[in-house]
């Protein structure tokens, strides 16, 4: 088990990490794994690193999946409107 400093610092460091830098880190975690040449605790670590990356960059997806709006045509003014993604959704479920 880790120290709880540690955690508090992984958490703080999974807060300010972009997207990008996240995913680019992910993808060297599974190369390093992908190897098969690494001391068990090491691969161990390696993975649970690759998971908390893999949850940080699931949630800071999903929020820009949120913060996505589209511009579309209403089908009566023929205007081009804003919506929320959801609201299309909905829509289109209609």
């Given at each position: 088990?880790?120290?709880k400093?540690?955690?508090k610092?992984?958490?703080?460091?999974?807060?300010?990490?972009?997207?990008?830098?996240?995913?680019?880190?992910?993808?060297?975690?599974?190369?390093?794994?992908?190897k098969?040449?690494l001391?068990?605790?090491?691969?161990?670590?390696?993975?649970?690193e690759?998971?908390?990356l893999?949850?940080?960059?699931?949630k800071?997806?999903?929020?820009?999946?949120e913060?996505?709006?589209?511009?579309?045509?209403?089908?009566?003014?023929?205007?081009?409107?804003e919506?929320?993604?959801?609201d299309?959704?909905?829509?289109?479920?209609?």
């Amino acid at each position: 088990m880790a120290p709880k400093g540690k955690d508090k610092k992984s958490k703080k460091n999974e807060e300010v990490l972009d997207f990008e830098t996240g995913l680019e880190r992910l993808q060297e975690i599974v190369e390093r794994l992908e190897k098969q040449d690494l001391p068990l605790e090491q691969a161990v670590s390696l993975f649970e690193e690759g998971m908390k990356l893999s949850n940080h960059c699931a949630k800071l997806l999903q929020k820009a999946e949120e913060r996505i709006k589209v511009l579309v045509k209403d089908q009566e003014s023929g205007q081009i409107v804003e919506k929320e993604l959801d609201d299309i959704e909905q829509d289109l479920t209609l």
